[in-house]
């Protein structure tokens, strides 16, 4: 009887040892499904960047600020590939380091024929944009946020955009 009892124990501890250690094996599984999906296609606008001689022929290779600026946008979109498919990169550093140089890029002088409102509107936008993507970050999910990441692309993009239309027409701009 007492032999009896003890099988009994036994083997529903042996069963619920099988069963749990049988679950245990079924969720590694699909871990390990998860961790080899598909490569994802991630798009985003693509920064445009001045040509170095551009930038000679109108000042802006002597503007810090605006070079810090468009560095850390470059090492943004290059980052982000790898941020959205595997979480690697410290994306929320690289977002601050912008921030930084974006404040002191709107509190530096501006060359002569650039300082206008629209440029300077344009970078502001371009600073809320990357402060706003920076409050999402762990809000959103990662695949949620290149389209943010995207935003701040286009931003920048249309202040480059801004740059080469003043530069094209400062002969129809009164001082």
Known sequence: MI??????????SCLFLFSSCKQNKENDSLELNNDSSEILAIDYTVPIILSQEFKDKNELS???????VEANIL?????????????EGDIENQLNVIEKYLINLRRSEYPKTLNTPELISRFKLLNVQVTNTKIVLNEFDRLNLV?????????????????KYIVENKSQIID
Do not use: H
Not at 3 to 8: A, D, F, G, P, R
Not at 62 to 68: G, K, N, S, T
């Open 3 to 12: 032999m009896n009892n003890y099988l009994k124990y036994f083997l529903f």
């Open 62 to 68: 002597e503007w810090r600020d605006y070079i810090l």
């Open 147 to 163: 389209k943010e990441f995207d935003k701040i692309f286009q931003y920048f993009n249309n202040c480059n955009n801004i740059i």
């Open 75 to 87: 090492v943004l979109a290059n980052s982000i590939t790898a941020y959205i498919a595997y979480g």
